[in-house]
């Protein structure tokens, strides 16, 4: 079964710092992998979507790479602003056995950037 | 931008009412879920659809039961609502297919009294 961890929980940076944002699955036979940002009491927005295929994507100041064979994701951002404080998310779809239509979410990284 | 909408955002409603909950998209996604969030907690997935008339229920039980008469229309109802029903529900849709993207609502908070 396809579990999905995030670390670390919360993260408060100064503005202007790089930063690191860390996503682990368990099961490797994964389509792709995507990250999302939720802002307090609102949806989620895509902001990147890698293929299984692919070892990284950007878009802007952020940076996601995928290593499939150690069941890892990082999204890097960088030079950190104000308005990058929310909570991160990954998601997997859950794979054949239980449906690929079934995403599976990480608990998300709180992240704060202070000005 | 994603092109999906959620109404009413903000419910509160007394126990025993009956609620529905809209979506709509109009990207001509195949596939729409909804998903139950608590505040400061993991989604889950509690009903998704493959195209209309197709609906089957998620991994986290719920009271709830959907419909896909349209391919840009899956609404959630709820026949009689419970305190425990106090939630953000999330609705997204996304191409058919295994790599694509998953765009979400804006959600919709419900607070049963």
């Known amino acids: 079964k396809q579990e999905v961890t995030q670390i670390p929980a919360a993260l408060s940076v100064p503005e202007g710092e790089n930063l690191v944002l860390n996503c682990s699955f368990t099961?490797?036979?994964?389509?792709?992998l995507q990250w999302f940002r939720q802002d307090p009491g609102k949806g989620l927005t895509s902001l990147l979507l890698i293929q299984s295929s692919q070892r990284e994507q950007t878009s802007g100041r952020l940076n996601a790479s995928l290593d499939k064979s150690s069941g890892r994701s990082t999204l890097y951002i960088a030079a950190s602003q104000p308005g990058d404080s929310a909570t991160y998310l990954c998601?997997?779809?859950?794979?054949?056995?239980?449906?690929?239509?079934?995403?599976?979410f990480g608990t998300g990284t709180r992240l704060k950037v202070l000005a | 931008e994603a092109d999906i909408y959620q109404t009413p955002r903000y419910l509160v409603i007394g126990t025993g009412k009956k609620i529905t909950l809209e979506c709509s998209q109009t990207m001509g996604h195949d596939k729409m879920y909804w998903y139950q969030q608590d505040p400061g907690m993991e989604l889950h997935l509690i009903h998704y659809s493959y195209g209309v008339n197709s609906t089957e229920k998620g991994d986290l039980s719920s009271e709830s039961t959907v419909s896909r008469i349209r391919t840009e229309h899956f609404p959630l109802t709820l026949e009689s609502a419970r305190p425990s029903h106090t939630s953000q529900y999330l609705c997204?849709?996304?191409?058919?297919?295994?790599?694509?993207?998953?765009?979400f609502g804006e959600g919709s908070w419900l607070t049963v009294v």
């Open positions: 997204a849709s996304s191409e058919r297919g295994s790599g694509n993207t998953i765009y």
């Open positions: 998601a997997v779809p859950g794979g054949p056995t239980s449906g690929t239509y079934k995403y599976i």
């Open positions: 099961d490797s036979a994964i389509y792709n």
